[in-house]
């Protein structure tokens, strides 16, 4: 079939784009949880996550890397990247249960979420962020709860449309025993990840998220540029008076919930989702 030739060619490109990732990466003086992330939404999103890293994070010249990664696009691909990565951990874990234990459709969201949720909040962000709010773990999920609960609603707006309706009553494609479980699950990551790219946008400018870092060895050259700050307390990390939110915060709360429920929305509206 068809199909079967598309995913033959996009999992040997996958394995590649890894491969390439996993090795050439090591070499970007990059932050290792970033590091790991990248390595991660390649599993996911194979070449395009691999192009996304060459042309987002790579250093192109030695000595270059902060200068290349302090454009703002480049900020929220970090951030973006870093949601996708920690979440789809998750996500695909919730996933796999739910195809084990046949869930039904909207359980089986509720639990990718709760997983995606979890792993992506409690691991990649407070975590591997807790020495950026003074080492102490408590503080980190408190400073990193309202960023990853935006981010999350939107990956999920994004994936649940894709999951549910992508090959709509083909068995194989909610058994995770079979390629096309994987296939599927890659597409709607991917779409995950064009929707929550405005919403990271968001959290970006406004330092409520950290985007692309340089970590160098110690001792090693560093040239420093005007990479936007992060104050993981809620308020933008600048000097003097801090300037206000804009949209604020509850404003793109109900955004965020509202691009979750278009999903659900769309799914349920097309034979994806029944309650």
Request: glycine share 12%.
């Amino acid at each position: 079939m068809f199909i079967d030739g598309v995913m033959f060619l996009w999992f040997t490109l996958t394995a590649l784009s890894v491969v390439f990732v996993a090795i050439d990466i090591r070499n970007t003086p990059e932050s290792p949880v970033m590091k790991w992330g990248f390595v991660l939404l390649t599993l996911y999103a194979g070449p395009f996550a691999a192009f996304l890293y060459v042309l987002g994070c790579r250093e192109p010249l030695a000595g270059l890397h902060e200068r290349y990664v302090a454009f703002r696009w480049r900020q929220v691909l970090g951030s973006t990247m870093h949601c996708v990565a920690g979440d789809g951990v998750g996500i695909l874990a919730g996933a796999v249960i739910g195809a084990a234990i046949a869930l039904p459709m909207l359980a089986d969201i509720g639990l990718e979420y709760v997983l995606g949720f979890g792993f992506g909040w409690a691991i990649f962000q407070a975590l591997f962020m807790q020495a950026m709010t003074g080492g102490s773990y408590s503080d980190s999920l408190r400073a990193t709860f309202m960023s990853e609960f935006l981010s999350m609603n939107c990956l999920m707006g994004g994936m649940i449309p894709v999951s549910t309706l992508a090959w709509i009553g083909v068995a194989e494609a909610h058994d995770p025993s079979h390629p096309l479980f994987w296939f599927r699950m890659s597409l709607a990551l991917m779409a995950g990840f064009v929707i929550a790219f405005p919403m990271n946008w968001w959290l970006v400018a406004n330092h409520l998220k950290h985007g692309m870092m340089t970590v160098r060895p110690q001792g090693a050259e560093s040239k420093e540029s005007d990479m936007p700050g992060m104050d993981l307390g809620g308020s933008p990390a600048t000097k003097g008076t801090a300037p206000a939110i804009r949209p604020p915060l509850a404003v793109m709360t109900v955004v965020s919930i509202l691009a979750m429920g278009t999903g659900l929305f769309v799914a349920w509206f097309f034979g994806g989702l029944s309650i």
